[in-house]
């Protein structure tokens, strides 16, 4: 029999989920992290795992894993320290960078401005040149390599980025360097922008090679320290990791290619609530996960996230294909405070983390929580985890006193004051990335999901209008279950810059058929085979004249019937959508990108048998909450006895393994066939 497990590593804990291909069976495990080394908490999870589904590591022919080792090697500062060899008259491009200063207007002044991850002293540059058609201008000189590449070695640089003015177009002089970088630092990683990143404009290309050669060997250590664990164990099976955009790269190319790991975290989230809204019927989707310190929101159009060309991680911005997440520092260890000088409640962004953790943990924490605030109010019951996890009451009760202390009101309403304003911040973080995007969210289902989201899905789908609101089954290891059912992933691009008066269909079918070959070549390498992989194609569009471009998803078959035609009049429509305006002037053609897609991971989807509506086999106990600000008479229910068809009145609480789905007063939860919780208003309001 042949398994698959998918293994999504967070801050608190690491979720895993083993799927038995042929079956459907699955089962879940979560287990403490371990920061000061991922891979330590990860072997604990598999050997526990396969003892409870009585599997043997050998038998696990894919593993799959979202991880945010290069996530947090970039938030930290503690990336490697990076040589950078660029052209003659250009050692400065990482100083000057863009003009964009963070903030309101004046807001330079206060501004602390980043260090570039590869410093000035730790730059150097190299004569020759190619023009901005690829044509060489000056040859390079290799004495003059090897004296720089020797200057560098002499700083102890533990990683190199070779990044040369239009070598976009022309990679010569990049790949000369590089042959004298392997004689000269044997065992320094090299990043080459031609092949990182393949793009015009000077600084993202380079930005986006040196943040790709600061995380290298990170990334590197990580991955063959998992590998060689794996190992250790008898675990010889497929080792693939979850990319920035929702694809799986293999962990060989993940140590050559990290920048596009950046994003691989919040990512599973997202293809876990694909393959979920799929089996549901769901087609427009917003995903709210939430976690212990903060809640990644996307958006799902048509079955399909939507993506972004730049990766961005705390102040570092890269030109890197990723999943449009946005996160917000509200979680369930998201911490109530109320400063001196307002006198005003606020929460978060800071988290009490995994330890100490809320103070209805008992591990130490006094600090008042959204967790804490949640327990106070009855919406978590005392024990977590299938009863393996106790909560304090008294301890949640004590913290959160201190808030109502402050604001000089009743417990119960500085308890409910915290989850409104938690509420809010999800609530803005949504808002971002439907409203300002031009889409109206009443359009959409809101999927909650991670350790809390089915505790706060149904109070933020009110606020939004989104219904029904989802609680999917396992919701609280959705990102590992994502990191399961996801598929291989590649993809590259060129620069074309033309206007489209100066290009034809021929030039531009002819690029995308060399780039069409190259990354099909890429996953086959991989082990991928010929007839089990599919390429789409991505053109960046903009009027001639503008600083930004739009990408634009564009079929072959549409191209060589409509011409390059078809193109432009989707841009105009999706450029009226976005800004409200078009514009007179010549379209014009900026990059091309292909992406190669392996064969879908298809795992089958248990279905519940068939009950008569009533959910009371499933009942636990009778249970009181607050809510409407008043004590409200509640049920608690157990997830796994809940039948197809079974409907929830709220108020209602709902528990499982790995999460708490709350459902509020005046609202249903009908159970699908599979098992999803769908939230909506009751009919009578």
């Known amino acids: 029999m042949a398994f698959r497990l998918g293994v ?3 801050g608190t804990f690491t979720d895993l989920l083993l799927f038995n291909d042929a079956t459907g069976d699955f089962w879940r495990h979560k287990t403490p992290s371990t920061p000061h080394d991922s891979s330590e908490g990860i072997l604990n999870g598999v050997e526990a795992v396969c003892r409870s589904a009585d599997v043997r590591p050998d038998q696990i022919e894919v593993f799959l894993h979202g991880t945010t080792v290069a996530t947090n090697a970039v938030l930290e500062g503690k990336g490697a320290r990076v040589g950078l060899v660029t052209t003659e008259g250009y ?6 960078a863009r003009s964009f200063v963070p903030g309101g207007l004046a807001g330079w002044i206060v501004w602390p401005k980043p260090e570039p991850m590869a410093r000035l002293e730790d730059t150097v540059e190299v004569k020759g040149r190619m023009d901005a058609r690829g044509v060489e201008v000056r040859p390079v000189d290799d004495a003059d390599i090897r004296a720089q590449l020797e200057k560098l070695k002499g700083q102890g640089i533990e990683a190199l980025t070779i990044s040369l003015i239009n070598a976009y177009l022309n990679g010569a002089h990049e790949n000369r360097v590089a ?14 922008s031609h092949i990182v990143l393949p793009e015009m404009q000077e600084y993202e290309r380079t930005l986006t090679t040196v943040a790709n050669a600061a995380v290298r060997p990170i990334v590197g250590r990580y991955v063959r320290s998992l590998r060689a664990r794996l190992e250790k164990i008898g675990m010889t099976g497929r080792l693939s990791l979850l990319r920035s955009d929702g694809g799986l790269m293999s962990s060989h190319k993940s140590e050559e290619h990290p920048v596009a790991l950046l994003m691989s975290g919040p990512a599973g989230g997202v293809t876990g609530a694909l393959w979920v809204a799929k089996n549901a019927g769901l087609n427009n989707i917003l995903t709210l996960d939430v976690g212990g310190t903060s809640t990644d929101v996307a958006l799902i159009e048509n079955g399909e996230p939507r993506r972004v060309r730049t990766t961005e991680v705390g102040h570092l911005s890269v030109r890197a294909s990723s999943l ?8 369930g260890g998201s911490i109530a405070y109320v400063p001196e000088l307002t006198k005003a409640l606020r929460v978060g962004p800071q988290s009490a983390g995994a330890a100490p953790g809320p103070a209805a943990y008992g ?33 949640a009760r004590t913290a959160v006193q201190t808030i109502a202390d402050a604001l000089g009101i009743e417990l119960m309403a500085a308890a409910r004051g915290i989850i409104d304003i938690v509420n809010e911040n999800m609530f803005g973080a949504l808002r971002m990335i439907s409203v300002q995007q031009g889409y109206d969210p009443r359009g959409f289902a809101l999927m909650g999901f991670g350790g809390a989201g089915p505790l706060h899905v149904n109070a933020v789908a009110r606020l939004m209008g989104s219904y029904p609101a989802v609680s999917p089954v396992s919701p609280g290891v959705l990102c590992a279950l994502g990191d399961a059912t996801t598929r291989m992933r590649t993809e590259t691009a060129r620069s074309l810059s033309k206007r489209v008066s100066e290009t034809g269909l021929e030039e531009v079918l002819s690029t995308l058929a060399e780039m069409d070959a190259q990354v099909r070549a890429e996953l086959v390498s991989d082990g991928i085979p010929e007839n089990e992989i599919t390429t789409s194609f991505e053109i960046d569009v903009r009027y001639s004249g503008q600083a930004f471009e739009v990408p634009m998803t564009v079929a072959l078959a549409d191209l060589k019937a409509g011409g390059i035609a078809v193109l432009t009049d989707r841009f105009d ?10 514009m007179d002037t010549e379209h014009e053609l900026v990059n091309l990108r292909a992406v190669a897609l392996g064969r879908s991971l298809e795992l089958p989807a248990l279905t519940l048998p068939t009950g008569d509506g009533d959910p009371s086999q499933a009942r636990l106990r009778d249970h009181t909450l607050w809510m409407d ?7 608690i229910y157990d997830r796994s006895k809940l039948d197809a068809g079974d409907v929830i009145p709220g ?30 208003p009751s009919a009578k309001d």
């Open 573 to 582: 429509e999706e450029h009226l959508r976005l800004f409200t305006f078009n």
């Open 91 to 96: 050692r400065q491009i990482m100083q000057i």
């Open 179 to 192: 042959e004298l970088a392997a004689e000269i630092l044997p065992d320094v990683p090299l990043s080459l």
């Open 324 to 331: 449009d997440v946005k996160t917000v520092g509200a979680g």
């Open 629 to 635: 600000n008043a004590e409200q008479a509640a049920v």
């Open 363 to 395: 591990k130490g924490g006094l600090l008042p929580t959204v967790t804490d605030a949640n327990v106070v109010l009855g919406y978590l019951p005392e024990n977590l985890l299938g009863g393996a996890f106790k909560l304090d009451r008294e301890a």
């Open 651 to 680: 108020p209602a609480i709902v528990v499982e393994m790995d999460s708490t789905t709350l459902i509020e007063t005046r609202h249903i939860g009908t159970v699908d066939a599979f098992g999803n919780i769908l939230i909506t």
């Open 8 to 10: 999504d590593v967070g």
